[in-house]
């Protein structure tokens, strides 16, 4: 598995540790990212970027991810979807180094691997309408 893609694993993993408990798990999460990529520092320091990036901005990520929906509140999410999301979201909007096109085909793959059958087109729909705003606003 690409080592970005292990990361992004570890980060959506996190944001679901952290909807879940609290953001005061927030400075724990070392030891996870520690425990599930123990060999590759590479790895954990992006999955670490990346979810407290996420987890800084999640109020602008979370407007962005309603407004590109049609009658679908954030609270209606599924913890898994969510965080899936936000993750895409958060790069969509504050990482230009990975392509728009990467991001939500990775978004798709951990729909297909985590979520339901029918979250990979939901994750699909809602990124490219996010992809488009943000297009939009630039």
């Known amino acids: 598995m690409d080592s970005r893609t292990r990361a992004r694993e570890l980060a959506m993993q996190a944001l679901y540790q952290l909807d ?4 005061d798990i927030l400075e724990r999460l070392g030891v996870f990212f520690e425990e599930n990529a123990p060999d590759d520092e590479s790895v954990r320091k992006l999955a670490r970027d990346w979810t407290r990036g996420t987890w800084e901005n999640v109020t602008q990520c979370d407007e962005i991810i309603v407004a590109s929906t049609i009658k679908w509140e954030i609270s209606r999410l599924s913890f898994v979807d969510k965080s899936i999301l936000r993750l895409a979201v958060y790069q969509l ?11 939500i085909n990775e978004a798709i793959e951990l729909a297909k691997k985590f979520s339901t059958a029918q979250s990979p087109g939901f994750v699909n729909g809602v990124l490219d309408a996010v992809r488009k705003r943000l297009k939009l606003e630039s």
């Open 93 to 103: 909007k504050f990482c230009p180094d990975v392509p728009p096109k990467v991001v």
């Open 20 to 23: 879940v408990q609290g953001g």
